[in-house]
């Protein structure tokens, strides 16, 4: 038995309140509905826990129960987790929320150059950066969290800086890293430390891995047409700050009493009043009318989502990761809060079973959300099935491929999303990014879609462009709906980087009345030199063709049989022969 705090005392073995008399039934029938294998919920009403409870099972082909001590994937809810941590330095001062973040980190850039002078810890959690949510730059990256913030310079913006609402999960690994910065530390350490040990949070970690060796803990499961199947854990350990937390809901409810609280934990302080009240506030309004007549307006404070349910002010946040979806939310003005943890993927059943909860403690006739939620999902179906059965498609008839197949395997970069590979397989092509590998199919002309069953970017498509001289030159992927398609530029083979190969273009050519130089700058580089020009360092493309940067359009290929160097422009192909 733990103290909270004065009043009230928290323990797993208390009988539910009576208000929420019915609820282990309804939960049991909404996880049928929900094809759920199990879930936990823990609630907290006046300082004492009235549910503490799992239903299901945590391994369906070992029918393992869910308990209370059950570990779940929480996802998103993390990062509340990563602004309370920043609450820590700003409550000691060693951290401002409206400061600029360079005077913490000098070396972070953004796209947009007023952004990157003015972003502070505030705006780095409230989803007002300008960028949309690029996710797949950190999905299944091998990317480090430092590596991650050096690239966001890279990453197009869609709105300006502080105009608009965008969820952005990369952010929230910014300012993660920050705060580990500040700390001298890590973010893990940070909250460890400051936030899991103070709360008595023993079950709780950054980690699959590491909840892989509890004692208890739920495996992840996904829905494919309908079917309920065992998915893989996804190692997100270098996005952590935005979404790596695993727990349960005894530990989870100790989180979120400790904001009913206002910050403090068995009378100790761990949040100050006031960083409890700005993460609990209304920061930047997320745009859109209520879907329901019983829930109001979304705002988002700082890692928090701000709105109502029937009145009363509501505060909650999500986590979805692959096989996992979680709920914590607040009814402040009812002295209320609950945890939903469940282990199914993008799954409604945590609002369903929170929504019930919040009925059954306000006394109100139950919504009966499940039958609103999968008429939604019904017509959404619906739409796309009648699109597919009358044949609309952007598809024309007829086209082939400008290139034979083989052509367009290779590799292609982008400075922030890094590399696609483009393989050639069982006379088609496939399609690799970020370790998940698809079939890529011929949709028309030059442009290919990813097969229906990849992890990312299923049925998108892939658009390949042709340079002046003919080359498959790059790609183009539709990341982000909100910003222009992403652009992958081709990478010449590695050979092509090697002094052996190099080494033999070198020398002296006449073209026309002049003489240009090529000359190895270093072991991997050539120089083009032309009179009255700067020198150019020869970017490779394939073969023995080289692109002449910053000029558009400008290529040079090499032929060392016949000793030419031929200068393929805009205006024209000229050629130029050895002089020595």
Do not use: C
């Not at 222009?484 to 073209?511: C, D, H, N, V, W």
């Amino acid at each position: 038995m733990i103290r909270l705090a004065t009043a009230f005392l928290l323990t797993a073995s208390l009988l539910p309140a009576q208000q929420l008399t019915g609820f282990d039934e309804f939960a049991a029938q909404a996880m049928k509905d929900w094809r759920v294998p199990g879930a936990a919920i823990a609630v907290v009403k006046d300082g004492k826990v009235i549910l503490s409870k799992g239903y299901g099972t945590r391994d369906t082909s070992k029918s393992l129960p869910v308990t209370p001590q059950t570990v779940f994937a929480i996802g998103s809810v993390t990062k509340s987790f990563t602004v309370a941590s920043l609450g820590v330095l700003a409550d000691e001062g060693k951290l401002d929320w409206d400061k600029p973040v360079r005077e913490y980190l000098p070396g972070f850039r953004l796209h947009d150059r007023f952004a990157s002078e003015q972003m502070t810890p505030r705006d780095l959690v409230t989803h007002r950066s300008g960028l949309p949510r690029h996710d797949s730059v950190w999905y299944n990256s091998p990317l480090t969290r430092e590596q991650m913030v050096e690239r966001l310079r890279y990453l197009e913006p869609s709105r300006e800086f502080r105009a608009a609402y965008q969820y952005q999960n990369l952010m929230f690994v910014t300012a993660g890293y920050l705060a580990g910065k500040v700390a001298g530390s890590t973010w893990e350490d940070l909250v460890r430390r400051r936030l899991f040990a103070p709360l008595g949070m023993k079950s709780s970690n950054f980690a699959v891995s590491d909840s892989r060796k509890a004692p208890d803990f739920a495996l992840p499961y996904r829905r494919v047409r309908d079917q309920v199947e065992l998915t893989d854990f996804r190692v997100i350990d270098e996005i952590g700050p935005a979404g790596s937390i695993n727990s349960n809901v005894e530990d989870m409810i100790r989180y979120v009493a400790m904001y009913l609280n206002d910050g403090k934990h068995e009378g100790a302080r761990i949040l100050s009043g006031a960083t409890v009240q700005q993460m609990t506030t209304p920061q930047m309004v997320v745009p859109g009318p209520p879907r329901w007549k019983e829930t109001g307006h979304q705002s988002y404070g700082m890692g928090l989502m701000i709105g109502s349910y029937r009145g009363r002010k509501l505060v909650q946040h999500g986590g979805n990761i692959d096989g996992f979806s979680a709920l914590i939310a607040m009814l402040p003005q009812e002295n209320a809060g609950l945890v939903v943890l469940t282990n199914m993927n993008g799954s409604n059943l945590p609002a369903v079973l929170a929504y019930r909860v919040w009925d059954l403690l306000l006394g109100a006739e139950p919504v009966d959300w499940t039958a609103r939620m999968q008429a939604d999902e019904k017509l959404q179906r619906a739409s796309e099935a009648a699109a597919r059965e009358k044949g609309y498609t952007a598809k024309r008839a007829g086209t082939q491929p400008s290139h034979d197949l083989a052509e367009y395997a290779g590799e292609y970069e982008h400075p922030a999303y890094g590399i696609v590979r483009i393989g050639r397989e069982n006379n088609g092509l496939t399609f690799t990014f970020n370790g998940f590998t698809a079939p890529l199919a011929h949709f028309h002309y030059d442009i290919f879609e990813i097969g229906e069953n990849s992890r990312v970017l299923a049925r998108s498509k892939v658009q390949f462009q042709t340079s002046l001289q003919g080359d498959i030159a790059g790609l183009t992927l539709p990341f982000e709906s909100s910003v222009k398609e992403i652009a992958f530029a081709r990478l010449a083979g590695a050979s092509m980087r090697e002094r052996t190969f190099l080494q033999p273009f070198t020398g002296s050519y006449a073209l026309g009345p002049q003489t240009v130089t090529v000359s190895l700058k270093s072991d991997s580089a050539l120089t083009l030199l032309m009179p009255g020009q700067p020198p150019y360092e020869l970017k490779p493309v394939s073969g023995t063709r080289f692109q002449v940067p910053g000029l558009t359009g400008y290529n040079v290929e090499f032929r060392q049989e016949s000793g030419e160097l031929i200068f393929h422009q805009p205006n024209g192909t000229y050629v130029a022969k050895r002089t020595n």
